[in-house]
């Protein structure tokens, strides 16, 4: 079974079809700061799943945005602690000098099923506070 795991600390969410979600962030002036991420394994076998396809659809007024591939690994006490899954984060880096709210929208996909060819639609709105 495939778990959805998403956020900067990657909580665990039950998958559904089409979703929406808005994401409050206090981040630091004059430096990158990663506001959300995405994975998704299969907790009995320890195995990576299918990589979401993130993509900016409104950029930040105040800042830029990027999506980056990492890995991620299950803290200490979890199932598959020590194993590293393909993941994808969202990273927020506010303009030199700017102090203030920004705001910007992502989507992403992903195969429902791992072997098929349903897919699952999201989007995120971030607000973004940049101290």
């Known amino acids: 079974m495939i778990k959805y795991i998403a956020g900067v600390a990657f909580l665990v969410?039950?998958?559904s079809?089409?979703?929406a979600e808005t994401h409050s962030r206090?981040?630091?002036a004059r430096k990158a700061s990663v506001v959300n991420g995405h994975v998704y394994y299969d907790q009995n076998q320890c195995t990576s799943g299918p990589i979401a396809q993130v993509k900016v659809k409104v950029e930040p007024k105040h800042g830029s945005v990027q999506i980056r591939r990492t890995t991620y690994?299950?803290?200490k006490?979890?199932?598959c602690y020590?194993?590293?899954f393909n993941a994808v984060v969202v990273v927020y880096t506010p303009e030199?000098?700017?102090?203030?709210?920004?705001t910007f929208k992502t989507s992403y996909s992903m195969?429902?099923?791992v072997q098929g060819s349903q897919m699952n639609y999201f989007s995120d709105t971030y607000k973004i506070n940049v101290k």
Not at 96 to 102: L, S
């Open 26 to 28: 206090d981040v630091p």
């Open 73 to 75: 690994s299950p803290p």
């Open 77 to 79: 006490g979890r199932r």
């Open 13 to 15: 969410a039950g998958l």
């Open 111 to 113: 195969p429902k099923y």
């Open 82 to 84: 020590g194993k590293k």
């Open 96 to 102: 030199k000098g700017y102090r203030g709210k920004d």
């Open 17 to 19: 079809t089409a979703a």
